[in-house]
């Protein structure tokens, strides 16, 4: 069994038809999905999706990109959200400078928010992180120093040196589909450097579909095919590569096997 630690689907991309993406997805062996929010604001359509389909999960959070947006929105708030039985993670929050969508103070404090419910949680955090290395190592390196908590550096596309400090700090590294292209050999040395007990794939459906589908439409199921070229990179057959990357996201994402402890708020 795959599963696809990071895919969007309350996007209108599946509103037509998504009990068939997720059918499709589980006939392919993916058999548990997380869908990431964007915008706490929209909670009740994840937690929707989620009670909808047993293989579903979720996380509440503020993408990057809508930071500023949801600035009002506490640690608190988001552990008494996290509750949800289905919702196992926080995020996607993070640091986005190529498109800077959202002012870059914004985007750190909702960053540092985010960080402390993962903290009082111990749920992972789902990290964005785009053209922002340095900023982002620096903020996870105070932020792990005030009290552990868990993360996933999700698609990533960074460079080496910030891959290093988050699997310093026990993060997980999640590879998309970009991990495909054929123009990605440095992405590939990097997974190669990667822990294999630290290694995550996931689809970021609808964005981002791998080779042989790239271009088109990305869905859950297309997560075999980055497992695959994972398998082939780092060495081992695709069994094995499954297993891998299941184990690690069945041990990050644990609520999905363990009822949540009573979330402690500060
Ligand atoms: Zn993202
Ligand atoms: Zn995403």
Redesign the pocket.
């Known amino acids: 069994m795959l599963i696809d630690t ?1 895919c969007h689907l309350d996007f209108p991309d599946f509103a037509e038809d998504l009990p068939a993406y997720v059918a499709r997805a589980e006939a392919a062996g993916v058999g548990r999905m997380v869908t ?1 929010s964007t915008r706490v604001a929209r909670f009740a359509d994840y937690a929707g999706i989620a009670e909808r389909f047993p293989s579903v999960w979720f996380s509440v959070g503020t ?1 990057p990109h809508q930071a500023h947006e949801e600035l009002d929105v506490t640690a608190e708030r988001l552990v008494e959200l996290s509750r949800h039985p289905r919702c196992v993670a926080i995020g ?1 929050a ?1 640091l ?1 400078y190529h498109y800077d969508s959202s002012p870059r103070e914004a985007q750190a404090q909702g960053l540092r928010t985010h960080i402390a419910a993962a903290r009082m949680t111990q749920l992972p955090l ?1 990290i ?1 992180s ?1 053209e922002a290395d340095d900023d982002m190592a620096a903020i996870l390196r105070e932020e792990m120093g005030k009290g552990a908590f868990p993360a996933i550096l ?2 990533f596309t960074a460079g080496e040196a910030l891959a290093m400090t988050g699997v310093e700090l026990g993060l997980y590294v999640s590879f998309s589909g970009i991990l495909t292209f054929k123009t990605s050999e440095s992405l590939r040395r990097i997974a190669r450097m990667v822990p294999r007990e630290r290694l995550l794939v996931e689809t ?1 459906a609808p964005y981002l579909a791998p080779v042989p589908f790239r271009g088109k439409r990305n869905q859950p199921a297309y997560v075999v095919e980055t497992a695959k070229v994972l398998a082939d990179t780092i060495g081992v057959d695709f069994d094995e590569a499954a297993r891998i990357t299941t184990e690690n996201a069945q041990r990050c994402y644990w609520k999905m096997d363990h009822a949540a402890p009573v979330a402690q708020v500060a």
């Open positions: 990071h990431i993408h996607e993070g986005d789902v964005h785009r999700h698609c970021d």
